[in-house]
């Protein structure tokens, strides 16, 4: 074997080693970037996850990105991580938030003294949470009625616009006649129903709620002339249609102390 016969196995040989370093180097490094490329997907799935909102925004879940970089010695040396989120705003609170509501108006009552009163509400939230606090006032000389509601309900959502809920609440009425047959009663209420309310991405809001069920008279006291039932029925069903933190509603109720009539006001929320 001549001396141009060793150098040709000897370049053959080298050819051969660094073709597979080269081939183990990518693999390696091919390797690297499918890593790189777990780690990507787990973060971007760990966003959809946690759901990542704030007051006004709220990600929907469309995510792009991709890495670019350089890979040596079947390490990536250096990189570049472009990444992409779209979300949509909407006019819609953190979950964690009290939402407070303040309204007042009119309501009507067959059994209210002058079959017309005075109405204020106001009611705080927190998830599906809620407490209302309601005030009515009567009067026609020598009459007046006091009318004191409170009540906690909660909400099974559905969907994302309609959800069941079970109501409590507790009402109380004093009917003062001045210098005659003063009387109070006390209304314990166990109620059911339904809501729906609809959000649209302008801010504008349409709402729909309904209630019912049995009220029972655990207390009365100063009364004469008056019969008074053990139980009733009571109902209240109420729409409201307004834009961001304003809005107007009405109602039809039967109402444990007020008796039956219609109601309507107007709504602010905090």
Request: hydrophobic fraction near 40%; charge should be positive; include cysteine.
């Amino acid at each position: 074997m001549n001396i141009r016969s060793l150098r040709t196995m000897a370049v053959a040989g080298l050819m051969a080693f660094s073709a597979g370093a080269t081939k183990v180097a990518a693999q390696n490094a091919q390797t690297t970037l499918d890593k790189a490329s777990t780690i990507v997907a787990k973060d971007t799935a760990k966003v959809v996850k946690e759901g990542v909102q704030d007051a006004r925004t709220v990600l929907l879940k469309k995510y792009s990105g991709h890495f670019q970089g350089s890979v040596k010695q079947g390490r990536i040396a250096d990189g570049n991580l472009e990444y992409a989120e779209k979300g949509k705003t909407i006019l819609e609170p953190k979950p964690n938030k009290i939402n407070f509501a303040l309204d007042a108006g009119v309501t009507t009552g067959d059994e209210l003294c002058n079959n017309v009163g005075l109405r204020f509400h106001g009611s705080a939230k927190k998830h599906n949470t809620k407490f209302d606090v309601t005030g009515i006032y009567a009067g026609k000389e020598p009459k007046s009625d006091f009318i004191a509601k409170a009540s906690a309900t909660q909400y099974f959502p559905l969907n994302k616009d309609f959800s069941l809920l079970a109501k409590g609440e507790a009402e109380g009425v004093i009917r003062r006649v001045r210098g005659g047959d003063s009387f109070g009663e006390a209304w314990p209420q166990v109620l059911g129903g339904a809501r729906y309310e609809h959000k649209f991405d302008n801010g504008m809001k349409v709402a729909i709620q309904g209630e019912a069920g049995p009220a029972f008279k655990i207390t009365e006291k100063e009364h004469t002339f008056h019969d008074i039932p053990k139980a009733k029925f009571v109902y209240n069903a109420e729409g409201e249609f307004g834009i961001n933190q304003v809005s107007g509603f009405v109602g039809a109720t039967k109402d444990a102390a007020a008796g039956q009539g219609v109601y309507g006001g107007v709504r602010f929320k905090f």
